[in-house]
């Protein structure tokens, strides 16, 4: 079996037109927006590299809608993220929760102990951080969701 053509993907800033071939990218390198879309790449037999750009492919509208939260401080702020190198809480569970997990322990019990401190109080354990999942957090209304339903 020969290989004719190798097909991959790339991504496009389509405000400045920048191609990067890292597809983990959020922000353009170049300018600094979250303008990236995909793009399909293929290798012909000659190796040059042809992008192929979808005209069917909506543009990200986010942030359009509702003008943008002004930013919370505190430790679980849950700010959006507007540039790359935006400093981002570290949301860990609460010193409590820490010190109560201990394997080394002699005293350690492998399926715990009915008189174990459960961690109800901090803030960490209300919004979901010490383990435990939670819905508590309220939707952002910019985000851009998956649309449900069939598709015509």
Known sequence: MLIKRAKSYA???YSCFK???NTQKVFCPKCGNKT???VTVTVDEDGTQRYHLSSRRAINTRGL?????LPK?????????LCEDQPAPQNKPAKK???KINAFDPD??????PFAVNDVTSRAAQIGMSGASSNSRRRNPNEVRRKKGRKK
């Open 97 to 99: 929760t820490l010190a």
């Open 36 to 38: 990236m879309t995909k």
């Open 11 to 13: 991504l496009r800033c």
């Open 73 to 81: 401080g505190g430790k679980h702020a849950m700010n959006p993220v």
């Open 65 to 69: 809608k509702y003008p943008l939260p």
């Open 19 to 21: 191609i990067t071939s």
């Open 108 to 113: 350690f019990v492998a399926r715990g102990s």
